[in-house]
Protein backbone atom coordinates (compact mmCIF):
# COMPACT_ATOMS: atom_id res chain seq x y z
CA UNK A 1 0.00 0.00 0.00
CA UNK A 2 1.17 3.50 -0.69
CA UNK A 3 0.03 6.40 1.83
CA UNK A 4 -1.70 9.09 -0.41
CA UNK A 5 -1.07 12.75 0.68
CA UNK A 6 -3.69 13.26 1.91
CA UNK A 7 -3.28 10.56 4.58
CA UNK A 8 0.02 11.65 5.69
CA UNK A 9 -1.14 15.15 6.10
CA UNK A 10 -3.81 13.57 8.51
CA UNK A 11 -0.90 11.77 10.36
CA UNK A 12 0.82 14.72 10.72
CA UNK A 13 -2.10 16.94 12.23
CA UNK A 14 -2.90 13.47 14.28
CA UNK A 15 0.81 14.32 15.64
CA UNK A 16 0.14 17.42 17.03
CA UNK A 17 -2.69 15.90 19.34
CA UNK A 18 -0.68 12.38 20.38
CA UNK A 19 2.62 11.66 19.22
CA UNK A 20 1.58 7.86 19.05
CA UNK A 21 -1.00 6.21 16.94
CA UNK A 22 -2.58 2.62 16.81
CA UNK A 23 -3.59 1.63 13.27
CA UNK A 24 -6.35 -0.73 13.11
CA UNK A 25 -8.06 -2.88 10.49
CA UNK A 26 -10.17 -0.64 8.02
CA UNK A 27 -10.12 2.73 6.81
CA UNK A 28 -10.61 4.71 9.76
CA UNK A 29 -7.87 6.29 11.89
CA UNK A 30 -7.92 8.23 15.21
CA UNK A 31 -6.29 9.98 17.96
CA UNK A 32 -6.98 10.57 21.29
CA UNK A 33 -5.05 13.29 23.39
CA UNK A 34 -2.89 12.09 26.27
CA UNK A 35 -5.03 14.27 28.89
CA UNK A 36 -8.10 12.69 26.56
CA UNK A 37 -9.24 16.45 25.84
CA UNK A 38 -8.93 16.30 22.19
CA UNK A 39 -10.63 13.08 20.31
CA UNK A 40 -9.63 12.98 16.16
CA UNK A 41 -10.93 10.81 13.58
CA UNK A 42 -10.74 10.47 9.46
CA UNK A 43 -11.73 7.89 7.05
CA UNK A 44 -8.48 7.27 4.50
CA UNK A 45 -8.16 6.24 1.33
CA UNK A 46 -6.35 3.44 2.54
CA UNK A 47 -7.47 0.06 3.94
CA UNK A 48 -5.07 -1.02 6.80
CA UNK A 49 -5.22 -4.27 7.11
CA UNK A 50 -4.33 -4.88 10.34
CA UNK A 51 -2.78 -3.22 13.99
CA UNK A 52 0.06 -2.00 14.23
CA UNK A 53 0.76 0.29 17.21
CA UNK A 54 3.29 3.22 16.76
CA UNK A 55 4.80 5.62 19.67
CA UNK A 56 7.03 7.67 17.96
CA UNK A 57 4.60 9.02 14.87
CA UNK A 58 6.75 11.54 14.03
CA UNK A 59 9.40 9.44 13.43
CA UNK A 60 7.20 6.86 11.77
CA UNK A 61 6.61 10.00 9.16
CA UNK A 62 9.73 11.10 8.75
CA UNK A 63 10.95 7.48 8.08
CA UNK A 64 8.18 7.68 5.19
CA UNK A 65 9.72 11.00 4.00
CA UNK A 66 12.97 9.21 2.77
CA UNK A 67 11.20 7.62 -0.09
CA UNK A 68 9.27 9.39 -3.06
CA UNK A 69 6.40 6.56 -3.02
CA UNK A 70 6.98 4.01 -0.29
CA UNK A 71 5.04 1.19 -0.14
CA UNK A 72 4.31 0.34 2.95
CA UNK A 73 3.88 -3.53 3.92
CA UNK A 74 2.03 -4.16 7.28
CA UNK A 75 3.68 -7.78 8.60
CA UNK A 76 2.37 -9.45 12.18
CA UNK A 77 5.68 -7.54 14.19
CA UNK A 78 6.93 -4.15 11.82
CA UNK A 79 6.09 -2.57 8.89
CA UNK A 80 8.57 -2.59 5.86
CA UNK A 81 8.84 0.47 4.23
CA UNK A 82 10.27 0.24 0.66
CA UNK A 83 11.19 1.35 -3.09
CA UNK A 84 13.17 -0.03 -5.25
CA UNK A 85 16.03 -1.93 -3.63
CA UNK A 86 15.86 0.17 -0.36
CA UNK A 87 14.14 -0.66 2.61
CA UNK A 88 13.59 -0.08 6.28
CA UNK A 89 12.02 -2.11 8.80
CA UNK A 90 9.70 -0.24 11.53
CA UNK A 91 8.95 -2.25 14.28
CA UNK A 92 5.42 -2.16 16.34
CA UNK A 93 5.03 -0.87 19.85
CA UNK A 94 3.02 -2.57 22.55
CA UNK A 95 -0.09 -0.83 22.42
CA UNK A 96 -0.26 -0.97 26.33
CA UNK A 97 2.24 1.76 26.00
CA UNK A 98 0.64 4.12 24.19
CA UNK A 99 -2.58 6.00 24.25
CA UNK A 100 -5.26 5.14 21.94
CA UNK A 101 -9.45 5.83 21.82
CA UNK A 102 -11.52 2.96 22.49
CA UNK A 103 -12.16 0.68 20.10
CA UNK A 104 -16.15 2.00 20.58
CA UNK A 105 -15.43 5.43 20.83
CA UNK A 106 -16.60 6.96 17.14
CA UNK A 107 -17.89 10.36 16.39
CA UNK A 108 -21.44 10.22 15.72
CA UNK A 109 -22.81 13.17 13.66
CA UNK A 110 -26.22 14.06 13.11
CA UNK A 111 -27.64 13.82 9.63
CA UNK A 112 -27.39 17.69 8.31
CA UNK A 113 -30.30 19.42 7.78
CA UNK A 114 -29.36 21.01 4.38
Known amino acids: MIFSTKTLNILK ?4 INQSILFR ?7 LAPNSSI ?3 AKIE ?5 EAAIYELRKF ?13 FTE ?3 VIYE ?12 TTIVYPPEDKRIKMPEPDV
Open 13 to 16: NFNT
Open 46 to 50: EEIPS
Open 61 to 73: IACLSLFNEPEIE
Open 84 to 95: NNTKIKYSYDNK
Open 77 to 79: KQM
Open 25 to 31: PGNIINT
Open 39 to 41: YAE
